[in-house]
């Protein structure tokens, strides 16, 4: 790429539990850089990877690139299991889903205990983000980015893409609800699932209905590995590795749309006044020995490692870019 180039880039992160602390690992190193050759025009996610997507988005609503830096940093650090009690029931949680299809253990559904995990959840975030300032500063920053945030209506089984002011934090937490441990969470009188089952994460989106609000480019941050190197036999590998397929496949639907429709550009189907190719590419997913289980996992030796190995992706990402 040429020194003059300025390339306009969409940000997707793909959702994954504590996983995504990789996700904040490579946000951190883009927002560090300091070449003017790209400039973020939107950010989108889904799950854990609306979190981070919406911490970066955040600073950037107001110029502030450290701002968003230090907002994933701080977040995951709060979130990480600090306390001892925390520290037991972090070992707890992981111990029992790795437990899952080795021996056979109780699934209680999350409406018959208290929503503690989602409060504590809303309570990390609204430390760190004044949601009742969004509007403002995105009415005050009409160039700001845009930010999509995925969730699904459990009732219709519509997909729902929360866009900039729209966003809470109930959005945060509608997109973040896996359903087998997290309610359900009510907007307007509409229950709202984990992205997951809609898109994971919003890409379409990212195609504006002018030729400018376009990318150049879209960076996907991918959590779910696409190879793996051996078949999975036990019942733990094959429930993994679903997993990875499932959160795959709204993904690479997204992903599919946006190569046909450069096809079509190619092809001169579509008006060239509105619609150009854009480059899709991809920032290298976490180790793929991890199991389903440490998608739980908040201890903060875990995270550390998460994010440390995130920026070292995006740093190899961008020394080739």
């Not at 940000?11 to 050759?37: D, M, P, W, Y």
């Not at 290298?284 to 996992?297: Q, R, Y």
Request: one cysteine or more; glycine letters at 6%.
């Amino acid at each position: 790429m040429g020194e003059n180039d300025n390339r306009s880039i969409a940000i997707a992160c793909q959702g994954g539990g504590s996983h995504t602390a990789f996700t904040a690992g490579v946000l951190k190193r883009i927002l560090k850089e300091n070449k003017k050759q790209y400039e973020i025009t939107s950010l989108s996610g889904t799950s854990g990877g609306a979190i981070c997507a919406m911490l970066a988005w955040y600073g950037l609503l107001t110029n502030d690139k450290d701002k968003s830096i230090r907002l994933l940093d701080s977040f995951w650090t709060d979130l990480s299991a600090n306390s001892f009690q925390d520290m037991l029931l972090n070992w707890w949680v992981v111990w029992t889903s790795r437990m899952n299809g080795v021996v056979p253990t109780l699934e209680i559904s999350p409406y018959y205990y208290p929503p503690w995990a989602q409060e504590y959840m809303k309570g990390v975030l609204e430390k760190h983000v004044e949601f009742n300032k969004i509007k403002m500063l995105v009415d005050s920053n009409p160039s700001c980015p845009d930010l999509f945030v995925g969730a699904v209506d459990v009732l219709s089984g519509k997909f729902k893409v929360f866009q900039n002011a729209e966003i809470g934090a109930d959005a945060i937490l509608a997109s973040a609800a896996i359903p087998t441990f997290l309610r359900a969470v009510n907007i307007d009188s509409k229950v709202y699932w984990d992205g997951l089952f809609s898109q994971n994460p919003p890409v379409r989106d990212f195609i504006g209905d002018e030729i400018h609000t376009k990318p150049d480019e879209i960076w996907v941050i991918q959590i779910n590995p696409q190879n793996r190197l051996y078949e999975p036999k036990s019942v733990e590998e094959i429930v993994d590795r679903r997993n990875e397929l499932a959160g795959n496949l709204s993904l690479y639907q997204e992903i599919d749309f946006i190569e046909a429709v450069n096809k079509w550009v190619e092809a001169g189907y579509l008006p060239d006044n509105k619609y150009k190719h854009i480059d899709v590419r991809w920032i290298g997913t976490p180790d793929g020995n991890l199991d389903i289980a440490s998608k739980l996992d908040r201890s903060p030796q875990f995270i550390r490692y998460m994010m440390a190995y995130g920026e070292k992706q995006a740093e190899d990402f961008l020394a080739h870019y």
